[in-house]
Structures are given as structure tokens and as C-alpha cells.
């Protein structure tokens, strides 16, 4: 008789912070005489935090199973083995290595534990965010509704379409009063074409007051919309307009910092005895400011005052809540974990809003939930287009496991899986491989330390800036090649866990560098947009409306440096998608319970013949 070793559990991936977590291990008593059976949990590889006996609870003439029942009383991400004695001699169950099959072993052997185990929160997100299309859009880039002029003394004011200024101003800065007067009145008139695309969560970009800066991520009035954005009574028509189409607003906001020019920073400044002084870290005639830019005082969140701002009654959220469906927080990973639980908690006093947190790389599992319930999945934008690119599958395979492994599934099923946004290059750019970053940065990091711009401890920033202007336009083979490879990105997006979101005119071709070249003017005229590639992102869009992923297992069925195969599954439908990033015609292994459907989608592919052409994939439906 083959010697049997086998786990299961209840729940399978996650469990609620002090429910029980039940975990089952079954054992050929042919390995000889067993005894004092364990099961250890423990947090990123520290000593075990919990040993838990384990119970006989059955036994055969092959088998014995052993049962333990844990309760967890701290969020995080555990692991767990199993240890015991066989015949006198202390062993381990842990994961070969060489398999991915339990095995017994001794117990200093380097093997995995069993994945991740979530203790979440228990927490509930609005059903209609889960299978989103998202779209996020720049508001003074998108659309200049009703052809409006701008209204505000001393802004820089330009004629839509003209290249974004990307020089220093006269006083030697590089500045952001660089206004084309896109408006909320506009992104009314486009939600037509928003629903083309399939979208039904539209992301705004901030639209509160400030003076001097374009993209309004250093606020003068948190409290007031922009003039040239528009007003509250344009906000509440857009609401609703948008939620009798199907769609739903959620609205970037910054609360780390605001603009040096807003009248509350400035009587702080001036008044020592102001009750706004402890809302800043002054000291003197000087104040902490984010990353270095004088423009951009950081708030106190130790302070009550700042606090009643942001989240109080007659706060910030309060004001703004009733007009959008969820909530974007700029630098979320600065704001405290109670700033953040403040906000969520007064904005779904106005029905249940999406909270959603700009972080760079992994949430801890004691945000989500509680602070926030999704994140920008940065991590799995540089993971899809370093394979896209290089690939290398098994890196990839690591890369999405390990964030698939550290979420709860309400956060999986709602976190943004964007290709480019506001503060990268796009897509489009960064997959024409002219300039991209290899290992261990992010493949957008071109200007990381170490890059050709940086000479000794100095960057070179107006020869890089240069290089971005001179660069910037993809024209012939190699916008095609570009375009090649974004369709390949674009189906793994849509159909990897989470919500894909779309930067604004990456469908229609609009290329850039970094900040400013990626953020200029939708072109609206027809001329200017790629209608073969529109044509492609409304045609995924319609196509994944037809799968319900939310809940759904995931599992990587083939990965090698070209193709990537993988299938997803829950208890309405299946999913199993393929992909050819390379050169090749490859031919696949598609499961028999996928063979005959007629819910296709097809890039340079063959379901008959079951082989994907270079830069192609199939998606299939069940």
C-alpha cells in the first residue's frame, strides 16, 4: 500500500479573526508508530506563535487521522507545519520541495510550511465592486465639458491637445500650473464612451481646490471642488447619472499633505498661538514637507483638529461622501492605520463605500478590512509587464502567489490590477522596451539610483527630461510591437484576480514617459486614436462582463519564459486562460472541461487546434 499523507483544512485559505480554524492530517500507519502529533503556527518565519496538539480522531486498517481546532486572536499572515514522533524519532510534515507534496521529514529540513493561512477581519466590500472594469481618469486631462475657460488668476491656462510643459519656469522649478481645464461636465458627457469600454467604476482623480498645481494632490480647500473642475452640483449630476448607468465614482483624495498656499497652513505659519499651529510639524520658520517638496506641507495626524477635518462629522469625507461611491486614498501608506479606519468608518455612514489605498507593494493584513478594503495591486502591474517583456514564468508564478496568498478574498476579488496610472510611464511606452529597468526595480523605475542620468550623488534632471521629450513619440514597428505585447498585458489584467482598471487612453494609444509626458490630453479627435486598439479593449470588456470571478480558486497550470496558462474557478463559472508572449507558435493543454465551449475570446489563436501564435491568447469560458 502507496504510504499516504494528507492535509486538509476548514476554512481552506482564511478564517475570521477568533473563529476556528479546523486542520486535518491523514497518515498511513505503515510508516510504523506514531505519537504526539502537533501542528505549529507561526508569522513570517519566527519561532511558532501557536502549538496546538492534535487529536486522534479516526482510525483503519490504513489510516489514522488526526484533528486539531484552533482559534486566532491577532491578524496576519501564518504558516503552519506538523510535527511528531514515528518510531522514538521526532519528524516534520512539511511541503517537498522537489514534489509540492506533503512529505515527512526531519525537522530542520529547508522546505515550505503549508501557504499562507489569512486571519482577516471579516469584513464585507459593496457587491457591485466586485467583476469591475475600472477607469481611472485625470479630470484636467480627460475632457473640457461644455468647451469652459479657466476662471482661476495666475494659473497657466492651455489649449487642449498641446504638449504638456515640461521645462523649468522662470524661476528655475519645474511646476505643475500646467491647466487644460478638462471638468466633471465633461467626464458627463463621456460616459457613453465609458460604457463602450465595459467600465462600471470610474476613478476620478482629485478635484478639490488648488491653486498652482494641475493634478490637485496639494490641496488650498479640501472642503471646495476646484472651480475649473466644476462644482458640487456637477458632482451630484455625474453620481448620478453614472449609478442609473451601472457605474459607480469613487474619488482620489490626499490627506498625507496639502498646498503650502492653503490659508490654514499659512496662519499656522504666521500665528504660534493658532489653532492649527499642532496640525503641521513646524519648527521655527521651517516645517517637514513631503519628500522634499516645499509645496507640500505633511499634516500632523496626531492631531484631534486635523482628524475632525478629515473624517468628523462636518469633515472632509462627510462632505464629499454622499457624491461618490468610494473613496481612492493618495499615499495611503503614510496615513495611520486610525486615519484610516476613521475615514471608512464616516464614509459608509452614507451606504457602503469601496475604500480604496495607493500602496507600492503588499498591504499589511491589519489594514484590510478595517482601514481599507482594496489596494493599487502595484505588485502585480510590474509582475504582469516584467513578463510581458522578459519573461521568466516562474518568477511570475512567485510574484502573483505571493500576493494571492496574503489577501483575504474580499480584498483578492477588489483590488485595482492597472498596466500604467498617473505615476509611471505608460504602458504603451514602457512595452516598446526603449528604455525599461531590468532587476531588482520596477520595470517603469528608469530614473532609480544607478541609472545613466546619475552622476555621482547628483541626478541629472533636465538631460533626463530630455531624453523623455526626444524619445517620447512610438511610431512605426515599434508602436506595433508595443501594441503586441499590451494585448498580451491586457488579458492578464483582465482576467488575473482583481479589477482591472484602465488609464485613461492607453485604449486609443497615448504613449509617455514619467510625469509629465503620461499625462496629457485625451485625444478626442478621431485621428489622433488608435481605433484598432480601441476596438480590442471594447471587445475584452464586453467578453469579461460574461464571467462572475469574484470567490473564484486560482491555479497556474503551465508557466516556462513564453507562455503562461492558468484557470480560475467558483461555484458559477470557470475560466482558463493562455498566453504567448514569444516568437513561437506554441501549441497547449487545454482541460477537457474547457474543450467544445463556445464562450471564446481569441488573440492570434486557435481553440480548435489548441495553439496560440506569437503575442497571442485564448480565453475560454465555462
Known sequence: MDKIIRVTTSPKQEVEVGK????????????GWIGNVQVLFNQYGEAPSIVKQMIKEEENDDTIKYCAEVQFNRLGNYFFFFSLEINGETKAIKISRKTNQPALM?????????RELVIQQGFEVPEWSKDAIAYQLFVDRFCNGGDKKGKQEGRKYRVWGDFPDWHRNSSGHFHNNDFFCGNIEGICERLNYLKSLAVTIVYLSPITESLYRYERYASTNHMEIDPDAGTFEDLDKLHKKANEMGMYIILDIAFNHCSSDNPIFKEAMRNPNSKYRDWFYINGSSYNCWYGFPDMPIFNQQSRGYQDYVYGKDGV??????????????????????????????????????ILGEYWYKVPIEILGKGLDCPTNYPFTDAILKFVAFGRGADFVGKLYDVLESYPQNTIDTMFNSLDTHDMMRAITILSLKCVRDEPDRIWEIDKEGSRWHVGDRFLTDEFRQFEFDNDKLR?????????????????QYFLPGIPCIYYGTEVGVYGFKDPFNRKCFPWKEEDQDKKLLCYFQEIGEFRKQYQGAGSSFEVLYADNDVFIFRRKNGKNSVFVAVNRGEQRRYVDVPEDFKHSSKTFTLNANTDQNYLEPYGGMIILK
Open 106 to 114: 526531519y525537522a530542520w529540513d529547508e522546505s515550505p510550511y503549508w
Open 317 to 354: 469625507v462627510a462632505k464629499f461622501a454622499p457624491y461618490v461611491d468610494g473613496f481612492r486614498l493618495d499615499l495611503a501608506s503614510e496615513l495611520q492605520s486610525f486615519v484610516l479606519e476613521g475615514i471608512r468608518n464616516c464614509a459608509n455612514q452614507y451606504g457602503k463605500h469601496l
Open 20 to 31: 476556528t480554524f479546523r486542520v486535518m492530517l491523514e497518515i498511513s500507519n505503515t510508516y
Open 476 to 492: 512605426g514597428e515599434d508602436y506595433e510591437q508595443a501594441v503586441r505585447r499590451l494585448k498580451v498585458a491586457v488579458i492578464l
